[in-house]
């Protein structure tokens, strides 16, 4: 099995900031892409950032510039950094990750719990 622990969601006012910290566990034996998603209300999951195990990164367009994701030291864990948050990035953010269980296994992609992040003054 594969757990993960993400924290860092809240509540913070227009133009603040959090970050968001993910970490994968368990039954894991190396990890591609990890990523971060969100879904509002009524609207679909879509993508926010994602990050390969080589640090190359990919953006929504519309957080280009405001956040920036990383990978932790243990290569197991990822972080999103959000900056000048809008009421639009209101949302449950899902960690995921694309994870290898044994030595030339296949890759499946895992999801987090969620984590909510409001924007509102």
């Known amino acids: 099995q594969v757990q993960f622990v993400e924290s860092g969601g809240g509540l913070v006012q227009p133009g603040g900031s959090l970050r968001l910290s993910c970490a994968a566990s368990?039954?894991?034996?190396?990890?591609?892409?990890m990523g971060w998603y969100r879904q509002a209300p009524g609207k679909q999951r879509e993508l926010v950032a994602t990050?390969?195990?080589?640090?190359?990164?990919n953006y929504a367009d519309s957080v280009k510039g405001r956040f920036t994701i990383a990978r932790g030291d243990a290569d197991n864990t990822v972080y999103l950094q959000m900056n000048n948050l809008k009421p639009d990035d209101t949302a449950v953010y899902y960690c995921n990750a694309d994870i290898r269980r044994r030595i030339a296994g296949p890759i499946f992609r895992y999801w987090g719990q969620g984590t909510q992040v409001t924007v509102s003054s």
């Open positions: 990050i390969t195990s080589g640090g190359i990164t």
């Open positions: 368990g039954n894991v034996f190396s990890i591609d892409v």
